[in-house]
């Protein structure tokens, strides 16, 4: 089945540390997006990419890296330059261009500051 | 003014009641307009896709799109407890990435 997979599904984090997020797919999308999610504020965009070895900032991407190699493969590391880290990500695909129907969602990663 | 903003409730209903749930945006380019269901803990899931104005049904949902109000609507009839969730709408101009601008979303509850 085609889909999108995240890793680990809760992750906890200890003051000062890098960690790092795993995406997944194999739809075959171009475009692949990683979002916060934090209670009553919505979807805020992280980063995003379009293809291959580029990627874009999104609305809150200070205190986060991330690198798209393959195309299959779009891992988040959260910094410890990120001072309130503690929320869920969700990691999206779509097809790319100008087309598509929309984003297909992973299941989430809930990251806990500890 | 934000691009979209929808209402986040929360909003409760009894079993069988017809839900409306309602964005409105400013940007006059969004063509695209989608509403995504999100379970408790889980990632959203693509539920309604609409293109341009009109109405779209399947089954117990009617997404509905009014453009020369800047104000989208998804319907949902004989609503079920299986129904209980947040419910965010998307949208997104035409050309160009395929970034979607979200609104905040609207947690449902419907009662048994």
């Known amino acids: 089945d085609g889909g999108i997979t995240q890793s680990p599904k809760y992750l906890f984090r200890k003051e000062g540390q890098n960690v790092t997020l795993s995406c997944e797919q194999n739809?075959?999308?171009?475009?692949m997006y990683w979002y916060r999610q934090d209670p009553g504020q919505g979807l805020r965009l992280i980063y995003y990419s379009q293809i291959v070895n580029d990627f874009q900032k999104g609305d809150i991407a200070e205190g986060y890296s991330v690198s798209r190699e393959k195309k299959e493969s779009f891992p988040l590391t959260v910094t410890s330059a990120q001072k309130n880290p503690t929320a869920f990500y969700l990691c999206?695909?779509?097809?790319?261009?100008?087309?598509?129907?929309?984003?297909?969602f992973g299941s989430g990663t809930r990251l806990t500051v500890v | 003014q934000k691009e979209v903003e929808q209402d986040p409730g929360p909003l409760s209903v009894p079993e069988g009641a017809i839900v409306s749930l309602n964005c409105t945006y400013s940007?006059?380019?969004?063509?695209?307009f989608m509403w995504y269901r999100q379970y408790s803990r889980k990632g959203p899931e693509l539920l309604m896709y609409?293109?341009?104005?009109g109405n779209k049904e399947d089954g117990r949902f009617t997404a509905q799109v009014d453009k020369s109000s800047k104000y989208i609507s998804l319907f949902i009839r004989d609503s079920q407890p299986s129904d209980s969730a947040t419910y965010l709408c998307?949208?997104?101009?035409?050309?160009?990435?395929?970034?979607?601008?979200f609104g905040k979303g609207m947690k449902l509850t419907v009662n048994p």
């Open positions: 609409t293109y341009s104005s």
């Open positions: 999206a695909s779509s097809i790319g261009g100008t087309g598509g129907f929309g984003y297909t």
């Open positions: 998307a949208m997104r101009s035409q050309g160009g990435s395929e970034k979607l601008v």
């Open positions: 739809l075959n999308h171009d475009a």
């Open positions: 940007n006059s380019a969004f063509q695209y």
